[in-house]
């Protein structure tokens, strides 16, 4: 079993930063691909970005890049989203991710090969 805890959503002024962070449990974290999927209200929830087991390769949204950046620490068991530039249009519930895949070389996640999700984490942009 897989416990995965977000924290560091809230509300930000258009333009400005957050960084989210998933605390996971188990001693498999570092084997497995991780990311961040968003929802907001009445829209599918969609990828944002993910980072491959070791690291070594990252993927985003186009909508994100260039302005978000995941990062995870495997000695620490956490992958973090460093948000900046924030948008209202980047406004909603982001939820960490676990991937299925052992040692997946892939840092692209879809629904279907996450088998773990965390609470969510509310991000609010103000304009």
């Known amino acids: 079993q897989v416990q995965l805890v977000e924290s560091g959503g809230g509300l930000v002024q258009a333009g400005g930063s957050l960084r989210l962070s998933c605390a996971a449990s188990g001693r498999t974290f570092s084997s497995y691909a991780m990311g961040w999927f968003r929802q907001a209200p009445g829209k599918e929830r969609e990828f944002v970005a993910g980072i491959n087991w070791y690291g070594g390769s990252t993927s985003y949204a186009d909508s994100v890049k260039g302005r978000f950046t995941i990062s995870r620490d495997n000695a620490k068991n956490t992958v973090y989203l460093q948000m900046n530039s924030l948008k209202p249009e980047d406004t909603a519930v982001y939820y960490c991710?676990?991937?299925?895949?052992?040692?997946?070389?892939?840092?692209?996640?879809?629904?279907?090969?996450?088998?773990?999700w965390g609470q969510g984490t509310q991000v609010t942009v103000s304009s």
């Open positions: 991710a676990k991937d299925t895949r052992l040692r997946a070389t892939t840092s692209r996640l879809e629904r279907g090969t996450v088998d773990y």
